[in-house]
C-alpha cells in the first residue's frame, strides 16, 4: 500500500515558523511569518513526525512494534497472525488470515488516504492472442524483469500451466520493455489466484503413455516462427511437457503441427 502525502499528516510538537511563500506577502507587512500546524516535506522533523503518527494509530490496532526492526509491527490473534512493514510511505502488509489483511487495511484508510497497491488475481496467465514486440519503451531497470521470470522459469518446474508465458517472456531478457513487465506481472497475479495448483501423481498407473501436442503459427513476429508446445501423461499424472520456438519459418498452420508432431 502506498501512502498519500504521508509527511503531510505528521502532528508538530515543536513550535515552528516559516517564511509565506512567494506571492502571499502583504505590501508593507514584510516581517509576517506562517505558524505550522502540520509538518511539511523539506522539515527535518517530518519524517519523524509521520512515523509517531503511523505507530501511534497502529498500535492502536493491537499491533506491537517490534524492538529488533521499529519498522516491523505484528499483530497474533490465536492462530491469525499479520505483520505489518513500513519504509517511509510504502505499506507491506501479510500473513495467514485473510480477514485480518481486510481489517487493517479498512483500519489504515480510515485514518490516511492509501491506495492498495496489492496484485489483483487474474484467471489466466497470458492475455489471448497477445504477440509481444520490441515496440515499447525500454525498462530503466532490466534486473528487476530479469529476476522476476528468472524465479518464473524456476516455478515451472512445477506449474506446466505457466510454461508458455513464461517460455514467451524469456525471449526478451536482453532488452526487457514496459509491455514485457506487464505480462511478467499478470503471470503473477495470476499465481495469485491459483496458488494451489500443482502435479498429483497417482500411485495407480497402467504405465501407459500418452502424448499431445500443439502449435501456433507464427507466433513471434519479430522472427515469423511459431511455437511447439507438448505434455505427455503417465496414465492420468503429467510426467513432461515442454514449450518451445521451432528453428524454421513454417509456411502454413499444417506445416507448423506437423513440425510439432515431429
Request: hydrophobic share 35%.
Amino acid at each position: 500500500m502506498d501512502v498519500h502525502n504521508a509527511f503531510l499528516h505528521g502532528d508538530l510538537a515543536e513550535e515552528i515558523y516559516m517564511s509565506p511563500p512567494p506571492g502571499l506577502r502583504l505590501q508593507g507587512e514584510d516581517n509576517l511569518v506562517c505558524r505550522l500546524h502540520k509538518s511539511l516535506y523539506g522539515l527535518k522533523q517530518a519524517s519523524r513526525q509521520w512515523f509517531a503518527k503511523f505507530s501511534e494509530a497502529i498500535c492502536s490496532a493491537g499491533y506491537k512494534q517490534s524492538r529488533a526492526d521499529y519498522s516491523l509491527f505484528t499483530r497474533k490473534q490465536g492462530k491469525s497472525f499479520t505483520a505489518l512493514l513500513i519504509y517511509v510511505d510504502d505499506i507491506l502488509i501479510t500473513g495467514n488470515d485473510p480477514v485480518s489483511i481486510a481489517t487493517t487495511k479498512m483500519f489504515l484508510h480510515s485514518h490516511f488516504h492509501l491506495k492498495d497497491l496489492g496484485a489483483a488475481p487474474i484467471n489466466t496467465p497470458m492475455e489471448r492472442g497477445l504477440k509481444l514486440s520490441d515496440q515499447s519503451d525500454l525498462l530503466k531497470d532490466p534486473s528487476q524483469y530479469r529476476r522476476l521470470v528468472g524465479k518464473l522459469i524456476y516455478l515451472t518446474v512445477s506449474r506446466p500451466d505457466i510454461t508458455y508465458a513464461v517460455h514467451v517472456l524469456s525471449r526478451f531478457m536482453h532488452q526487457p520493455r514496459k509491455l514485457h513487465m506487464e505480462a511478467a506481472l499478470r503471470v503473477v497475479r495470476y499465481l495469485k489466484g491459483a496458488p494451489r495448483k500443482g502435479l498429483f501423481f497417482s500411485s495407480n498407473s497402467d504405465f501407459k503413455l500418452r502424448a499431445y501436442c500443439d502449435s501456433d503459427w507464427v507466433g513471434c513476429p519479430l522472427t515469423r516462427r511459431s511455437t511447439t508446445g507438448y505434455c505427455v501423461f503417465l496414465r492420468s499424472s503429467l510426467i513432461s511437457w515442454r514449450s518451445k520456438r521451432q528453428k524454421t519459418v513454417s509456411l502454413s498452420s499444417a506445416e507448423a503441427e506437423y513440425r510439432a508432431m515431429t
